[in-house]
Nanobody
């Protein structure tokens, strides 16, 4: 069974930093692409950053230069370092995983962690 456990959200002032973590548990599958999405009230869920199994990354234009996604394959964990936070970054952040079993692949989501940027 695949499980994703997120941590690291909270309340931070504008210009501050937070680091989100997403730990993957389970066995018998490969961890392929991972990513972070966010959903603000009244808005659609959007991709924030993604990272492939080989370490290639992509970012939403709105977070480029401020957020950094990384992964520790030994710990089966993906991170999102968020610097220069802005009020518009306020949202629930979700970890996303593509897990593989040979030719099959399935998508999984974490439970979400709230990030609030406010003075």
């Amino acid at each position: 069974q695949v499980q994703l456990v997120e941590s690291g959200g909270g309340l931070v002032q504008p210009g501050g930093s937070l680091r989100l973590s997403c730990a993957v548990s389970g066995s018998g599958f490969s961890i392929n692409a991972m990513g972070w999405y966010r959903q603000a009230p009244g808005k659609q869920r959007e991709l924030v950053a993604g990272i492939t199994s080989s370490g290639s990354t992509n970012y939403a234009d709105s977070v480029k230069g401020r957020f950094t996604i990384s992964r520790d394959n030994a710990k089966n964990t993906v991170y999102l370092q968020m610097d220069g936070l802005r009020p518009e970054d306020t949202a629930v952040y979700y970890c996303n995983l593509y897990a593989g079993w040979g030719p099959r692949e399935a998508r999984y989501w974490g439970q979400g962690t709230q990030v609030t940027v406010s003075s």
